[in-house]
Nanobody
């Protein structure tokens, strides 16, 4: 099966920066879109940023201009660089990917990594 493993979460002060990463491993043919979602306590999981295999990106309005999503296809890795962090960015950040085997695609989720923005 496919596994997505996030890393890089932690505690950061408001205005600070933090980067998280996600590596896909296992048996698959191709990774198409890779995304970052986040979920705060009592809130719905929301899409933060997405990137296609060709490098096209999309961001939630709340993070536009502060966050940057990127990927390294050779390493099956997606990154999220977060700058000018705000307390409202505090959430569990989840990696998501649409991955193809030889015939079908499926969505996969990582277990999440906690990002806390607090003084």
């Amino acid at each position: 099966q496919v596994q997505l493993v996030e890393s890089g979460g932690g505690l950061v002060q408001p205005g600070g920066s933090l980067s998280v990463s996600c590596i896909a491993s296992g048996s698959f043919f191709r990774i198409s879109t890779m995304d970052w979602y986040r979920q705060a306590p009592g809130k719905q999981r929301e899409l933060v940023a997405a990137i296609t295999s060709g490098g096209s990106t999309n961001y939630a309005d709340s993070v536009k201009g502060r966050f940057t999503i990127s990927r390294d296809n050779a390493k099956n890795t997606v990154y999220l660089q977060m700058k000018s962090l705000k307390p409202e960015d505090t959430a569990v950040y989840y990696c998501h990917a649409i991955i193809w085997d030889w015939r079908v695609s499926q969505g996969y989720w990582g277990q999440g990594t906690q990002v806390t923005v607090s003084s």
